[in-house]
Each structure stands twice: as structure tokens, then as C-alpha cells.
């Protein structure tokens, strides 16, 4: 017999409802309006608005006859569906954003005429776009890979775009090899693989084949190539922009972000265990900060500096490839970003964002990067792509917040067409908007006479000077952790002429690191340097502001700590550490051998956010085992349970532990005195001294006792 099937319709809190032109209307989660059904629940319509009687069987005749070609709802369901997904960006197409506000500490008045920078206190609402650059959407979020930083925010002079990355160089000095850049590093055309990594032939060929790439090869295999979290990278809009004040004089500048909670990042190994446990880390993480009140920031500085200072820096400044280290040119702090909701709608906001370098107020304008202005014509270009209509700027996101008026008209999904007779400009009418040359966009009137030709200049020619200078910068454990990477990555590369020629650079850059790397990848001996157009400098002197570890936090905050626990466990203990946590505004989740929890000695009963098998490590800042005999003896059985402490240990984490948990340190292989990283806190040491030796966040002394 043929039956209707209608699913339950669970029962829901008392609807509010809003009456409008005489009809009574349901109001939803969001604020819409809905129709109301018989059962007083909102109605399913079709998106012409027809009510929907039958949302579970398609109309076909009989019960098992053929489907009809009339059932529109049906037609429309799928057709809508078939196509939900729109291109993915070529590059950066994996993303995660936030809404916040950006507050300007102090007028900038003598530099810019930016309204965003006139008024100490005044906040403007941002939205910022976090990326990883090769993967695509659905890859992991612990790729070695630069991070894309960008913010958009909404001026009351239009929206001004800052398009950056957490690193301050890039990997080309002309826009016009871009494509081969991203091409070389994103899946080989013919097997389709590897998916966002940059540890395979096409990528290492291409870069061996580009000296200029030499410095940002240095920061991407740094640790900063994989970051702990977002929240904990600095930003850079890496090209010379220019301020314009009022009287239109010029200043050049470069954006820095710097994370108020300080800088880290993970290791390779515990990068790839990420990968697999949980693939969303970064997103999850700012997540969980945003929506648990525990709002992420960062402070906006600028290096300001006028012409005389550019033509006395050793290198150019419209070179992409370089910086100005801070200890030369002190960064000022200007304002700060505020992250503080999440968007509502994933696909409406962080999907369909779309920044434009070219996106900038008055009294912010371009240098002749030529990285940049290539950009200026990428970004718009890109968005028609993607977006599928020149009126993007009509989607909520994307909109400016601020008045805006002009002549645009028509064209696909169209939503604000001006009314009235008047289109153009000018008319007698005096209808419609006028340009205004006091308020409006102004370029700075720079006098070029050069002829025009295909050319690179002269002053962009030393490729390794800056790359050493960033090398010898790191602490010893940073050094090795970059000599670990190019060997890793080197060692995936099938083709040795690409891994000699690598090597060759690294001749020029530093020739420890090049031995490093040559012994590890079975060298029998070093080939000749690199030629370089320019002779390398070794005398720029080390810049600390390039370390990560020397940029570590002031404090513990913003940290999360996983505590593995059994049945039969101190209660109290547990309690003292999330209260000393808790006071250093850090975070405990508990990890238990079954995600229903577990019931301490005095019976109490402890949730648990993870199950062992689902909480490895890797996930945690910082660990620590509170356990009872019993407990450690089962769970010394279980091989999660020991590469939970294991990892921890080889990761260089802190690790705090109750007397009983000893036979499970010993079963993983830790030795409980190996050094200070690891605290009996039933020895003396408090859950407070716990939290201060975890400000450190990592022994890394521990790393060279520990083979990776
Ligand atoms: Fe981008 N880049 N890029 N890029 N880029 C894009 O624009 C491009 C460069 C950066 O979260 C695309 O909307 C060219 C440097 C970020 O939506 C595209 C060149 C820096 C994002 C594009 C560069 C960046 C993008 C793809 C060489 C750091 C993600 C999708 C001249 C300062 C923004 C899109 C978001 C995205 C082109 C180099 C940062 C294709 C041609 C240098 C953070 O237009």
C-alpha cells in the first residue's frame, strides 16, 4: 500500500509572533518572517514563497511509478542545490574570518588624511579573512604554508582593504610570475597531488630556479609556516604604501599586526598529528576565543619614513623580498583590531568576501611595489570570477558602510538600482551624485620619466643578505627547526639536481645550514654556491623581532591545557588546576577514558570533553596526567594513552602529573626527573607553579635530549 511519510516534528519553545498588513506571521532565530502552519511551526516555502504541503516524496505517479517533470518544488530544490558552490579562490581558497572593530589610539593627522585615523577612541568595524595559500577549501588547517591576514574595514570613506600575510616578504619581486609561483606549489597538473604542501619537485624546481625567493623560502621553513593558532601570528601588509595628509604631502608606510597574546607556533611533527586529529585546529580555535568571550587581538603599527630615509636603506623599498627590521625603524602603534563575533552565516560572510588591494580611503596610496600594482588589477578581476557578477559590492559583506552613490547600473542580481530619470553625469537636473576633488580620492602627483621597458631594477638584485640576516636572527632551536624543514622538504623531492641546487643558495645564505642540510639529505660533498648577482652581505646585524621564541607571550592566557584523568582520581587536584588555569586566563579541557566522563575518588563526578582516542596531545598547549593507580595501570594498556604523554614529552610541553601517573610515564618511555619540564605536583610543586613554568611554553632545551 502506498503511504505518506511525514517526519516528527519535534516540539519547539512558544514562537513569538509579529502581525503585518493584517496577517499574523511567525518570527524566526534571525529575526525573518515566516507563515505559519496549522501546527503553529514556521512554514517550509519554495523560493517564490508557495507554501510546501510535502517535502519527503517527490510527485511521480503511483507509489512506484516515474517522478513528474511538473513537481516545480521538486525542480527547484535541485537545481538550486546543483549549484550551492561557487569557484574557490585560485589561491587562499581555505579561509576562516571574524567580525570585530578596529580603535585608533591617537590622531595620524600629520601623516594621513585617512578619516579612519583622525579621532584617539573612535572604533570602525572590520571584518578579517584568515587563509592558509595552496590547499584548497576542504584541506587541513596545519599546512606548512604562509598565512593570508587580510582586513577589511569600513571606513566612513569607503572600505579600505589591508590585503596581508603573517609574513612580511613574498616569494616574487614581479607580479607577472605569479601564476607560475602558485602553479609550481599547488597539486601536480598530471597525478593531482600533493594537496597543499609544498614539499614536492614542481615547487622546489621553480624556487631553485628564483634566487629571489631566497628570503621568504627562510620565514616558510621557519616555524612561522605553521602556526599554533591565529590568534597568535603577526600580520604584515607586506608592500611600501603611502600616507597623503591634507596638503597632500607623502610619507611612505608599512602595516604591522602584532598579536596582543604573543607569537607561537607548533613543530613539524606535532603539525602533522594536528592534521589528522583534528584538520579544523586553527578554525576551531578562534571558534572557541570568539565565542567564549575571549576576544583575539592585535595591535596595528606603522614604520613610517620619508625618501631620505628610503634612499639610504641598504635595499630597495618597493621590494617585495625585503623588510626594514624593526630595530632600524621602530614600528609606532597606531590603533587595534578586536575580533569579537563570529559570522552568522559561513558561506554569506567568509566565503563571499571579497578583498581588493586597490580598496583604499583617501590619505592611503600605492608605492610602485610592482608586486602591488600587479595585485591592484588581480583582486577585482578575480572577484567577477568568483562571485559571478560585477554587483558583489551589493552582498551585506561586501558593502561599504558608509553612504555611497554612483552611476553603476544593471547587470547580474542587480539589488539597488537607483530610482528616477537621471543615470549620468552631469545633467541639468542637478540630479544625483557629484564628484568632490576637496574629500575625494586623490594619487600622489609623483614625476616619473624613465622609458618604458620590460626591466627589473638594479637595486633588487641581492637575493641572499636579508635571508641570512633572518637566519641568524633565529634562537639555535629555530635555526634547526628551519635546517629540519628544507630537509624534509628536500627529501620529497625525486629529482637530486633540484635538492644541489637548493643547497647551492643555502651556500649563500648561511654554510652551516647548508652542511646541515647536505649531510642530512647524504651529500658526499657540497656543491659550488649559487652565482649571485650581487655578493651576499654578512653584516647586517642579527634583528630579534624575527624570532618567534624571543616574541613569546608575557603569560600562559589564552593557552589550553589537557588533563587526562581516570576513575578514582583527585577531585580536589583537578579543581586547583583549573582554578590556577583559570586565574592565568588559560583553559583545562578533560580527557577521559570514555567521553562520559569519569568519578573521582570522593565521587564525584568529572566531565570529560574528549574521549583518549580523539585527544591526542598535539591538541594541547601543555598536559598534565591526574590519575589513581588503578587508572594509570589500565590506561598505561591503552597506545593512545601513552602516545599522549610520549608526544607530549618529544613535543617539549610541559607536563604536570599526580604520583600515581608515574608507571604511565614510564610505560611512554618519560622519565619523571628528566628535567624541569616535568612537575610532580604532589612533590612540592603547586598547580600555580605549574601555570608560571608553562608561561615558557615549551623546555625547548628538552629538544636537543630528544631525537624527532
Ligand atoms: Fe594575493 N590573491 N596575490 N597576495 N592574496 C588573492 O584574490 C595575487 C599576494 C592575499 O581572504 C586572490 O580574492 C597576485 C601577496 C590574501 O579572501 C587573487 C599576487 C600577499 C588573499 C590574488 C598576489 C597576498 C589573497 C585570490 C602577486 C600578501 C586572500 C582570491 C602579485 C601581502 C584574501 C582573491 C581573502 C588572494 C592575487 C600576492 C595576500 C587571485 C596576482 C604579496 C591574504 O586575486
Known amino acids: 500500500m502506498a503511504r505518506k511519510t511525514k517526519p516528527a516534528t519535534p516540539k519547539t519553545a512558544t514562537p513569538k509572533t509579529a502581525t503585518i498588513h493584517d496577517q499574523t506571521l511567525l518570527l524566526g532565530q534571525g529575526g525573518e518572517l515566516h507563515q505559519i502552519a496549522a501546527e503553529g511551526t514556521p512554514v517550509l516555502t519554495t523560493a517564490q514563497g508557495g507554501p510546501v504541503a510535502d517535502d519527503q516524496n517527490a510527485l511521480r505517479i503511483g507509489a512506484r511509478g516515474p517522478s513528474l517533470l511538473e513537481d516545480f518544488h521538486f525542480r527547484e530544490k535541485i537545481f538550486h542545490f546543483d549549484h550551492e558552490r561557487i569557484p574557490e579562490r585560485v589561491v587562499h581558497a581555505r579561509g576562516y574570518g571574524a567580525h570585530g572593530y578596529f580603535e585608533t589610539y591617537e590622531s595620524l593627522a600629520r601623516y594621513t588624511r585617512a578619516d579612519v585615523f583622525q579621532r584617539a577612541g573612535e572604533k570602525t568595524p572590520a571584518f578579517v579573512r584568515f587563509s592558509t595559500v595552496a590547499g584548497s577549501k576542504g584541506s587541513f588547517d596545519l599546512a606548512r604554508d604562509v598565512r593570508g591576514f587580510a582586513v577589511k574595514i569600513y571606513t566612513k570613506e569607503g572600505n579600505w582593504d589591508l590585503v596581508g600575510n603573517n609574513i612580511p616578504v613574498f616569494f616574487i619581486q614581479d607580479a607577472i610570475k605569479f601564476p607560475d609561483l602558485i602553479h609550481s606549489v599547488k597539486p601536480e597538473p598530471d597525478r ?27 620565514w616558510v621553513m621557519s616555524d612561522r609556516a605553521i602556526p599554533r593558532s591565529f ?115 559561513f558561506f554569506a560572510e567568509t566565503e563571499q568576501v571579497a578583498f581588493m588591494t586597490q580598496n583604499v580611503p583617501p590619505g592611503i596610496d600605492f608605492s610602485n611595489d610592482p608586486l602591488l600594482q600587479g595585485r ?12 559571478g557578477s560585477p554587483n558583489f559590492t551589493h552582498l551585506p559583506i561586501n558593502a561599504p558602510k558608509c553612504p555611497f552613490a554612483h552611476f553603476q547600473q544593471d547587470g547580474h542580481m542587480a539589488m539597488r538600482n537607483p530610482a528616477g530619470r537621471t543615470n549620468y553625469q552631469p545633467n541639468s537636473r542637478g540630479d544625483g551624485p557629484r564628484e568632490d576633488p576637496v574629500r575625494g580620492f586623490r594619487t600622489f602627483p609623483e614625476e ?54 637548493m643547497v647551492a643558495h643555502l651556500l649563500n645564505i648561511d654554510e652551516g645550514l647548508a652542511a646541515t642540510v647536505a649531510d642530512k639529505l647524504g651529500f658526499d660533498e657540497l656543491p659550488q654556491p649559487a652565482d649571485a648577482a650581487v655578493e651576499p652581505r654578512d653584516d647586517l646585524p642579527p634583528s630579534p623581532a624575527l ?45 577521559a577514558p570514555k567521553v562520559g566522563g569519569a568519578e ?109
Open 192 to 218: 593531482a597531488f600533493p594537496q597543499a604542501q609544498s614539499a614536492h619537485d614542481n615547487f622546489w624546481d621553480f624556487i631553485s630556479l628564483t634566487p629571489e625567493s631566497m628570503h621568504m623560502i627562510m
Open 231 to 345: 590568534r597568535f601570528m603577526e600580520g604584515f601588509g607586506v608592500h611600501t604604501f603611502r600616507f597623503l595628509n591634507e596638503s597632500d604631502d607623502s610619507t611612505f608606510v608599512k602595516f604591522l599586526w602584532k598579536p596582543k597574546l604573543g607569537l607561537q607556533s607548533v613543530v613539524w611533527n606535532e603539525a602533522v598529528k594536528i592534521n589528522g586529529a583534528d584538520p579544523d585546529f586553527h578554525r576551531r580555535d578562534l571558534w572557541d576565543a570568539v565565542q567564549s568571550g575571549n576576544f583575539p587581538e592585535w595591535e596595528l603599527r606603522v614604520q613610517v619614513f620619508d625618501q631620505d630615509f628610503a634612499d639610504q636603506f641598504a635595499f630597495d623599498v618597493l621590494d617585495p623580498t625585503k623588510i626594514i627590521p624593526e630595530e632600524v625603524l621602530p614600528p609606532i602603534p597606531v590603533g587595534r583590531l578586536v575580533l569579537d563575533r563570529m559570522p552568522d552565516n
Open 376 to 387: 591592484n588589477f588581480s583582486y577585482l578581476d578575480t572577484q567577477l570570477k568568483r562571485l
Open 448 to 501: 616619473i620619466a624613465a622609458p618604458k621597458a620590460r626591466l627589473r631594477a638594479e637595486s633588487f638584485a641581492d637575493h641572499y643578505s636579508q635571508a641570512r640576516q633572518f637566519f641568524v636572527s633565529q634562537t639555535v632551536t629555530e635555526q634547526k627547526h628551519i635546517a629540519m624543514a628544507l630537509t624534509f622538504e628536500l627529501s620529497k623531492c625525486e629529482d637530486p639536481v633540484i635538492r644541489e641546487r
Open 600 to 708: 573521582a575518588a570522593d565521587g564525584t563526578k568529572i566531565p570529560a570533553k574528549h574521549m583518549i582516542d580523539g585527544a591526542p596531545s598535539v591538541l594541547f598547549d601543555a598536559v598534565a596526567l591526574v590519575v589513581s593507580e588503578e587508572g594509570a595501570e589500565r590506561l598505561t594498556g591503552e597506545a593512545a594513552a601513552r602516545d599522549f604523554v610520549a608526544d607530549a614529552f618529544a613535543h617539549c610541553k610541559f607536563i604536570a602529573f599526580s604520583a600515581a601517573a608515574l608507571p604511565l610515564l614510564a610505560k611512554a618511555g618519560v622519565e619523571a626527573d628528566a628535567d624541569e619540564g616535568l612537575i610532580d605536583l604532589e612533590d612540592g610543586a603547586s598547580a600555580g607553579t605549574f601555570v608560571e613554568r608553562c608561561r615558557a611554553l615549551r623546555l625547548w632545551a628538552r629538544e636537543f635530549a630528544v631525537k624527532l
Open 547 to 591: 624570532s618567534i621564541i624571543e616574541n613569546g607571550p608575557p603569560s600562559f592566557a589564552g593557552r589550553k591545557v589537557g588533563v587526562l584523568v581516570s576513575d578514582g582520581c583527585d577531585g580536589a587536584l583537578l579543581q586547583r588546576l583549573e582554578a590556577a588555569l583559570a586565574r592565568e586566563g588559560a583553559t583545562m579541557e578533560v580527557v
